[in-house]
Structures are given as structure tokens and as C-alpha cells.
């Protein structure tokens, strides 16, 4: 994300997301209880950028053939199921906020996030 030739980056499993404000009822249509609004426990927001994912080990790391070579390492991730523009409903206590360009925003794991909505 760029705001004011500044590159926000979200590594890992990280996804970047916009706060909604809490109500009952979220602008995508889900409704809320009020246990979870009154303790914070659930919120939601929406996707604004997300990290490339999990990083996977690389499987020639090992190369025993011939160990005076260099090993070429190719960064593999194992895909996110969030993406931007999606409304992601996720655990609070599990969301670290930052402002970022005086916008507030949560950084939140892949597995906090409890569902989905996507157009």
C-alpha cells in the first residue's frame, strides 16, 4: 500500500485491515451480538493489503551433490485465502493497531481472521 511516496509492506501471513467501528450491524450486512461488540472480542474491517503468506522451507536446500555450488533459493509461499477488498471478521485480542500516514489500521494473523465476505 502506498500513501505519500511511502510503501506500507505486510509480511507473512499478515493481512492489513481498514477498522470498522463496532455495531451491530457491519456495512457488508453481518450482524453482531452485543457480547462480542461490548468486549471487543470480534471486530471486522476490510482488506487493504495483504502479506505474500507462509513462507515454505526450500526442498533443494539439501543439495548434496555437488556442495561447492551455490544453492539457488526460490521463495515459496503457501497462498493466502484473504485478499484485498475482502470484509475480513477477526479476533481482536489477536490484532496489533498502527497508524500508518495518520490512518489507523490493525495488522492481523491469517488465523485470527474467522470469515470472509467477498464480492
Sequence with gaps: MIRNDKELI?????????VEEGQERTKVGLY??????DSQA????????????HPMPSLDAAAGDEPW???????????MQARRGDYALFFRKAAVEITFESE?????????????VRE
Design 104 to 116: 489507523r489500521y490493525l495488522v492481523v494473523p491469517q488465523a485470527a481472521i474467522l470469515a470472509l
Design 10 to 18: 505486510v509480511v507473512g501471513d499478515r493481512v492489513l485491515v481498514q
Design 32 to 37: 453482531l451480538p452485543s457480547t462480542a461488540l
Design 42 to 53: 470480534v471486530q471486522g474491517g476490510t482488506i487493504v493489503a495483504t502479506g505474500p503468506g
Design 69 to 79: 555450488k551455490e544453492p539457488t533459493r526460490e521463495t515459496r509461499f503457501v497462498p
